[in-house]
C-alpha cells in the first residue's frame, strides 16, 4: 500500500500523451514546468518510493536506500528529457531495471488490483520531481 498514499491518481484515459525522442521525452507532459519544492517533497515522501531505493542530498531522511544511483547530482548527469523518461518508463532505457514505470499503465504485468490502468504518479507530479531532480547540480 505505499503507493496508495499518493494524491492525485490518475485514470488512464486521463494519460498525456507524449513523445519519446532518443534516450528523452523533450516536452513537459503539462506544458509547463514543474515545481522543485512541491519535487523534492514528493521524492522524500516514503509512498513515492523515491528514497526505498535512492539515496541523495536529504539530510533529514532515514534510511534512504541503497539499491539504485545516488540521487545528488542528477541534474548535472541527465538532461530533462532523460529524467522525464526514466521517471515515465525507465524500461524502456533498461528492460531489466527494477525502478517502476511511474506514468505507464500499458504491459504491466505484476500490478496490483487496486493501480491497475492508473499511473503511479499524475503528468504533474512528473513534471515535479524532474523540476527537483534537475535542480540537483553537484
Known amino acids: 500500500m505505499l503507493v496508495a498514499a499518493l494524491p492525485a491518481f490518475v485514470v488512464a484515459q486521463d494519460l498525456k500523451p507524449y513523445t519519446i525522442s532518443g534516450d528523452g521525452i523533450p516536452d513537459s507532459l503539462t506544458g509547463q514546468p514543474g515545481d ?9 515522501a516514503r509512498s513515492s518510493t523515491c528514497i526505498l531505493c535512492h539515496s541523495g542530498p536529504f539530510p533529514e531522511a532515514r534510511f534512504q536506500g541503497d539499491l539504485a544511483p545516488s540521487l545528488a547530482g542528477a541534474g548535472s548527469r541527465s538532461t530533462i528529457p532523460q529524467l522525464r523518461l526514466r521517471l515515465v518508463d525507465a524500461s524502456r532505457l533498461n528492460p ?3 525502478m517502476p514505470s511511474y506514468y505507464r499503465i500499458d504491459g504491466l504485468t505484476r ?5 491497475r490502468d492508473k ?11 524532474v523540476a527537483y531532480l534537475a535542480s540537483l547540480r553537484e
Open 36 to 44: 522543485a519544492a512541491r519535487g523534492r517533497a514528493l521524492v522524500l
Open 96 to 98: 531489466d531495471t527494477i
Open 111 to 115: 500490478v496490483g488490483s487496486a493501480w
Open 119 to 129: 499511473p503511479i504518479l499524475s503528468a504533474e507530479q512528473i513534471e515535479d520531481i
